[in-house]
């Protein structure tokens, strides 16, 4: 097999999620068909003017459908803590995912739009309550309950007794 450290079966993924054949790739990249197949099945290492004809059919970046066809068991991160407004954080950052489980006593606050950037954010409300403001809108949680909402927005979290919650930041980019 030809692909080494590269699984390019991704983009038998990519192009079935796009609704596109094999004959619509190869006419949008220039690419033949049988080329196309050969990637497909890993019986082929594109070159770099594959890759980044292949990757603006789809939308992405070279380096992004790189990365995609990488293989990869898994992982491994090192959690990180810090306080802010009154909460203790633990948090692990993947490259697209950061997970954060917060603790606080009651009464306390935290608003750091400075972390947010293009993400969806999920917080789940493991143990006692909270109000999070989400622009204008106010929303009681107590444990059980999750909400989801853009991160970009301002937002601000008040623990309304010790309470426990999870926070999850998930990049919007064009990663599939």
């Known amino acids: 097999m030809a692909s080494g450290h590269y699984n390019f079966t991704i983009l ?8 596109y054949t094999i004959a619509d790739v190869a006419q949008n990249s220039g690419i033949s068909t049988a080329v196309i197949s050969r990637i497909e ?15 603006k059919v789809f939308g992405i970046s070279a380096t992004d459908l790189l990365g995609l066809a990488e ?9 990180q803590e810090y306080n802010s407004g009154g909460f203790h954080f633990v948090n692990v950052h993947f490259l697209d995912l950061q997970i954060f489980i917060g603790t606080a ?4 606050t935290v608003n750091r ?16 309550s909270i109000e999070l403001k989400v622009g204008t809108d106010k929303y009681i949680l107590k444990a059980g309950d999750a909400i989801q909402f853009d991160a970009m927005l301002e937002h601000e979290y008040r623990s309304l007794e010790e309470c ?13």
Do not use: F, Y
């Open 71 to 79: 293989n990869r068991t898994a992982r491994v991160v090192s959690e």
């Open 12 to 19: 038998r993924n990519l192009r079935k999620t796009q609704g």
């Open 113 to 128: 739009p400075e972390i947010h950037h293009n993400d969806t954010e999920t917080c789940w409300v493991l143990e006692g």
């Open 41 to 55: 099945r890993n019986q082929a290492m594109p070159e770099l003017e594959t890759l980044a004809r292949l990757s």
């Open 105 to 108: 006593p009651a009464n306390s």
């Open 164 to 176: 426990k919650l999870m926070l999850l930041h998930l990049h919007k980019g064009k990663r599939i």
